[in-house]
C-alpha cells in the first residue's frame, strides 16, 4: 500500500496552542493534500502543495512538504475549540489517491 | 449546489444480500471515486473514475463493482455482501484527477450482519 502514516495518532492541547502534526508518504508525488474529517462527517480539502513547492500558508495553516524525506507537516497556529477535529494527510499518484491514518486533535477550551 | 450527496445515510445487510450505495455530484467534475474507513486505517480508494463509461481498481477494489454512465452519477454496487465490508463508505468528486481538490459526500454508514 502507499498509504501515508500521520504522526501523532492522537493530539490534545489548549486553546490559544499551535498544533502540528506530520505525514510521512512511501513513493515519489505530485501533489500533497491536507483534509479535516469532524467527527461523523465527511472530509472537507484544507490545502494543496505541489511537489515544487516547500511552504504553503492558508489563513492559520501552514504547510511543509520535504520531498527528499518525503514528509510533510501541518501548523495550525492559535487553535479553536472548532479545530477539534481528525486531519489526513492525502498523496496522488497517477490516478490514484492514498490517504494516511489520520491524526485526532482535540482543542480544550 | 448540492455538491456531492450520497444515499442512504445507513443500511444495515445480511450476509450475501446485494445492494448499490447511490453518489451524485452536481459540479460537472470529470474525476469521481468511492473510499471506505474503517478505524485506524484512513480511507481506502476502492474504485474511481476519470470520466463518463471510464473505471478502474483501486486499492481494496474486491467485492465491489462500479458504473460510470453519466458525469453526474457514480454508484457503487455491493455483489454479495461480507461483514468485513462493514465500514463507512465515502464518494468524492473533483475535476479531472486526484490533484484537484477533491469534494466529499456525507458518506454512508454500512453493517453486514
Known amino acids: 500500500s502507499q498509504q501515508g502514516e500521520e504522526d501523532p495518532q492522537a493530539l490534545s492541547i489548549q486553546e490559544g496552542e499551535n498544533a502540528t502534526m506530520n505525514c510521512s508518504y512511501k513513493t515519489s508525488i505530485n501533489n500533497l493534500q491536507w483534509y479535516r474529517q469532524n467527527s461523523g462527517r465527511g472530509l472537507v480539502h484544507l490545502i494543496l502543495i505541489r511537489s515544487n513547492e516547500r511552504e504553503k500558508h492558508s489563513g492559520r495553516l501552514r504547510v511543509t512538504l520535504d520531498t527528499s524525506k518525503k514528509s510533510s507537516s501541518l501548523l495550525i497556529t492559535a487553535s479553536r475549540a472548532a479545530d477539534t477535529a481528525s486531519y489526513f494527510c492525502?498523496?496522488?499518484?497517477?490516478?490514484?489517491?492514498?490517504f494516511g491514518t489520520g491524526t485526532s486533535l482535540t482543542v480544550i477550551p | 449546489n448540492a455538491g456531492v450527496t450520497q444515499t442512504p445515510k445507513f443500511q444495515v445487510l445480511k450476509t450475501g444480500q446485494s445492494m448499490t450505495l447511490q453518489c451524485a455530484q452536481d459540479m460537472n467534475h470529470e474525476y469521481m471515486s468511492w473510499y471506505r474507513q474503517d478505524p485506524g486505517m484512513g480511507l481506502r480508494l476502492i474504485h474511481y473514475s476519470v470520466g463518463a463509461g471510464i473505471t478502474d481498481q483501486g486499492e481494496v477494489p474486491n467485492g465491489y463493482n462500479v458504473s460510470r454512465s453519466t458525469t453526474e452519477d457514480f454508484p457503487l454496487r455491493l455483489l454479495s455482501a461480507a461483514p468485513s465490508q462493514t465500514s463507512v463508505y465515502f464518494c468524492a468528486s473533483g475535476g479531472t484527477g486526484p490533484w484537484n481538490e477533491q469534494f466529499f459526500g456525507p458518506g454512508t454508514r454500512l453493517t453486514v450482519l
Open positions: 492525502a498523496t496522488d499518484a497517477g490516478n490514484q489517491f492514498y
